[in-house]
Nanobody, 123 residues
Framework: QVHLAESGGGLVQPGGSLRLSCAAS????????MGWFRQAPGKEREFVAG????????YYTNSVKDRFTISRDNTKKTVYLQMNNLKPEETAVYYC????????????????WGQGTQVTVSS
């Protein structure tokens, strides 16, 4: 069992940066593949980034490559999403999620979810 809580969302201007954090509790975090998703109003939940348990494998949706970075600190049971050069169309609720699989790139592979944090990109 893994419990997740996101933080770090807020209002940022286009081109700005935010770092999201996801604090986990539960013994299984260290072995979990961790993912970040986002969902804008009226749209489907979208995979943003994913990271293997040992940080050997990083996965990103094409639109965020070279701008977003996912990382984790297993000693702190926390996963991060550094987001740079944010765009207005990236306004959404951002969720972190944990999977028991070695790799998980779609939402249906994740049994554990946080409640989400709002990111608004606007001038």
């Amino acid at each position: 069992q893994v419990h997740l809580a996101e933080s770090g969302g807020g209002l940022v201007q286009p081109g700005g940066s935010l770092r999201l954090s996801c604090a986990a509790s539960g013994r299984a975090f260290e072995n979990s593949f961790m993912g970040w998703f986002r969902q804008a109003p009226g749209k489907e939940r979208e995979f943003v980034a994913g990271l293997t348990w040992n940080s050997d494998g990083h996965y990103y949706t094409n639109s965020v490559k070279d701008r977003f970075t996912i990382s984790r600190d297993n000693t702190k049971k926390t996963v991060y999403l550094q987001m740079n050069n944010l765009k207005p169309e990236e306004t959404a609720v951002y969720y972190c999620a944990a999977s028991n699989l070695e790799r998980a790139l779609t939402w249906d592979k994740y049994p554990y979810w946080g409640q989400g944090t709002q990111v608004t990109v606007s001038s």
